[in-house]
């Protein structure tokens, strides 16, 4: 080996990065031109460039751009290669890029990005990450005590990405509430179980149930009122499940729903889901993030009473993806839920194993007798379990093996901005989506889905015309979104009541201020009237 | 907005990247430092210096280092904070890094990585990520290819790490060969299934199983020779699992176990599996990489018969983390399987909806009638689902929803090294493991733990003494792997026969060179006397 082998490793990262560097830094300088041009002065006769935003292309004729090829003795074409990437990618840190609930990564959260590829650090045992380790706890940690989980056993991890961390909390569910499902599985229930969600929660939900073996029929879907659950209605669904003589074991609360950013009123699904005896889960993924902001944290109100919460920094914060937590009001539930012995990694020796009395490696520990425990949050099995804070593999805590360590893209970001930068962060997203909504009401041609201010950072609107009389046609709002991408606009739409709605859902962030929003609904407006009139609407 | 909001940002980004890179690369620049130095003579009088793998402390004692306190208004400390976190990371950019399967970060994987967090994208659905879906399916066919799953629908897809990409898997084909599981649940089953693998397998198929409802008691441990899987006693397990009434289902045959490396004999265990008409996945999370390798490939003989195939390019190729593949002979069967309805998500209108003829917004679709489908590599829903090739929302392949496009830091390295290049860094990690052993068996002080080759990268070994008295203690092997770190190695253990019993495991890569391995087996032999010596032993 060479005796300069890491000084030569150096430099050749540090000039590919360079690379990378030179190609991006106008592209994102120039992120900002379309969105903050004026849309009305926009060139409709063909003389226009090309949006930054997006270079929209089949994946057949992406495909013959990209020109793939790998040759066997490999090829140095890196600045080549950026460049095509560049160029067919979506610019997420344009403010136009309001089509998903993430956005522009954030500068800090960036940079801690680059220091975990460059660690190359898996989080899974200690010895091998151990700053990584502490960090994770850490942010785990403060973020559970912003939402008020803040018993000595409180905490987080994180998962990669919000699916996994809501599939987790239900797995965690069933492992501490019907033990032996771990080693007999779901068939040796006597009774099925139920869970139930909003019929405006995520997918997700409906996937972890299946998943999980418990079937997609176990998943109760709650009526809501503004696409926020109806505890009432969360009331008579579980009493049913009861009568049917199903066991209704977990509740999925949603603070920020998708499409809309409805947040269900965690204090009244609370109350319910106590009176059931049952697990209390809230997918804050996209609206935890109000819990920076003195302004909206209320709609979080209620969050203390959750046995699991997940969140995703990567949605409202501008945390570079994937970034995601489970965080738990109890994190020994978590590593009994998922307690397997593997000697070759965890070699701690281990309390875990001894509380077990078991050496058998790799297998499933038998968790505890009987079918049910009634009185799961206060088992000797979670009683007896370390010290959530004195477990440091953090592989011990989900089904996870092999880790990233994203909570330190969080933790950079938290720390640059302070929680009060972040809160103004949200606040701003929020005053986005109103001020759309203001606009649109005040528009002759935009209505508005709903009445009333947005519970969160969407605004959700569709195309009426000049007359008035357009509903929010799937084919018009459709139209209106494609030819938005030409004036560096990206929004999404979602389905309306029937088959034939659709309509215009516009997701604010951080970069939403007064001037965006403005330009956004003018560039709406004018695409509309150009749509209306060349089809005759 | 500042007009000039998106440079700023810009210069930002370019502003935090410069102060991370100047930290970084002297820390890169010198991990070579400690290894290439003679272990001989290495101060013994604490006069040394302090190895740069890793400055070991407990996570208390790093809790008051890193003094991870966040204030309300943010600090921009990044330097100060970059420098606390390189200080107390592992360097697995060293040579001197061997203990767990992954290793130095290849820079063509970094600016890959680097490109990912600058664009931020989310490569759930097309729309937002088009050039990084392409590659994705571009390098997960071509993958696929390599290890002989070659017809039109074959091709692969990312999964958050190799445990999610196994467990995938698992889920696959449970949901494909029972359909009603995916709505009524696992307990809607009249017989209980049966996994199979070996008693040496990762132990995140246990994990699956019990994830997947099916519990831990469902996975039968199958005896193994040289820690590979014995296909006459996977035969007769399979056979008393029907006798037993069991349904045989799922058989996870492993290339490379984490301990040993041994490979299963792909071909042998496929002939077993067809017999009883299972699903075969190969756990080629870590030996996988040797299907680059001309000398090495053979090892892997009879992937091409595997249904499913999972695969770290993280691990022995030296892509940053997490990089996992999950390969599947027909990648229908992924989107058969986790088939869900998201209208606000896939906008794809949809030949999947229309397949089922179903809008039922989020619900689990119905998959099919009577319990079991015999024939389900041939069924109806899957000969009827679209080509996979024309699936470009990626979301739909996993129960993942957003996905970081990790397949991109694949597609760089293999680009740049090109096929060849890749399969010379895999002979050298095999070769470094058959040397190491070769200096064992050389040694008058250490012994190795089994006859014969490596079968993979790893070596395992024990100090056997100057008197060739001594076995594979645990107190004996931990002291070494404890005071090796002084001398820059970083080496892992592994649990013996007995509960008193442990070995040394070093895991080779690509850094491995002679010179490396021999100041490795050098300062193992001067380690070991120096705990002769001092322990009476």
């Not at 006769?45 to 090309?50: A, H, I, L, Y």
């Not at 009123?265 to 319910?272: K, P, S, T, W």
């Amino acid at each position: 080996m060479s005796q300069n082998r890491a000084a030569e490793n150096a430099d050749l990262i540090a000039h590919l990065y360079e690379q990378v560097l030179t190609q991006a830094k106008p592209w994102l300088a120039t992120a900002d031109d379309d969105v903050l041009a004026d849309p009305a002065s926009r060139p409709t006769d063909g003389s226009q460039k090309r949006p930054a935003i997006v270079n929209s292309k089949t994946a057949e004729e992406l495909s013959k751009v990209l020109d793939l090829g790998i040759v066997s003795e490999g090829v140095d074409d890196v600045p080549e290669f950026i460049s095509k990437i560049l160029e067919n990618s979506v610019n997420t840190t344009s403010p136009g890029f309001m089509d998903k609930l993430y956005s522009s990564p954030s500068p800090p959260g960036l940079a801690a990005d680059m220091l975990l590829s460059i660690l190359n650090t898996n989080s899974h045992v200690y010895t091998v990450s151990p700053a990584l380790t502490v960090v994770e706890k850490y942010t785990g940690k403060r973020l559970a005590y912003e939402f008020g989980l803040r018993e000595s056993v409180s905490g987080g991890v994180t998962c990669p990405g919000g699916a996994q961390s809501n599939a987790t909390a239900m797995l965690v569910a069933r492992n501490i509430r019907f033990p032996q499902v771990v080693t007999d599985g779901v068939a040796s229930l006597s009774k099925p179980l139920a869970v139930f969600t909003s019929s405006a929660s995520h997918y997700s939900m409906v996937s972890a149930a299946q998943n999980l073996g418990l079937g997609g029929k176990s998943v109760r879907k709650v009526a809501t009122v503004n696409d926020a659950m109806d505890p009432d209605a969360l009331d008579k669904e579980m009493q049913k499940a009861v009568d049917e003589g199903h066991i209704p074991f977990y509740v999925g609360a949603t603070a920020g729903t998708t499409v809309r950013g409805a947040y269900d009123d965690l204090r009244a699904i609370a109350a319910v889901a106590k009176k059931y005896g049952a697990w209390l889960h809230v997918d804050a993924c996209w609206g935890g993030g109000a819990i920076f902001s003195s302004t909206h944290k209320h709609k979080l109100d209620g969050s203390e009473l959750a046995d699991t919460i997940a969140i995703n920094p990567h949605k409202m914060l501008g945390v570079p993806l994937t970034c995601s937590f489970l965080l738990g009001r109890d994190l020994r539930t978590f590593v009994v839920a998922n307690r397997l012995e593997a000697g070759y990694l965890f070699h701690g020796d281990s309390e875990l194993a001894q509380s077990d009395g078991s050496t058998t490696n790799g297998q499933a520990q038998p968790n505890g007798v009987g079918e049910e425990n009634e009185d799961w949050r206060n088992s000797a099995r979670i009683l007896n379990a370390p010290h959530p804070d004195k477990v440091t593999d953090m592989a011990q805590f989900t089904t996870q093996c092999g880790r990233r360590p994203d909570a330190l893209k969080l933790y950079a970001h938290w720390r640059y901005y302070g929680t009060d930068g972040i809160g103004k962060h949200i606040d701003i997203a929020f005053q986005g989506a109103k001020t759309v909504l203001d606009l649109v009401r005040q528009s002759t041609t935009l209505s508005a889905v709903e009445a009333g201010d947005p519970p969160c950072a969407q605004a959700c609107f569709y195309y009426s015309g000049t007359k008035g009389n357009l509903g929010p046609e799937k084919r018009i709002t459709r139209e209106i979104v494609e030819r938005l991408v030409d004036y560096g606009w990206m929004t999404d739409f979602a389905p309306g009541k029937t088959k034939q709605e659709e309509y215009l859902r516009v997701v604010c962030n951080r970069l939403s201020t007064d001037e965006v929003v403005g330009n956004l609904v003018k560039a709406v407006e004018i695409v509309g009237r150009q749509v209306e009139k060349e089809w005759n609407l």
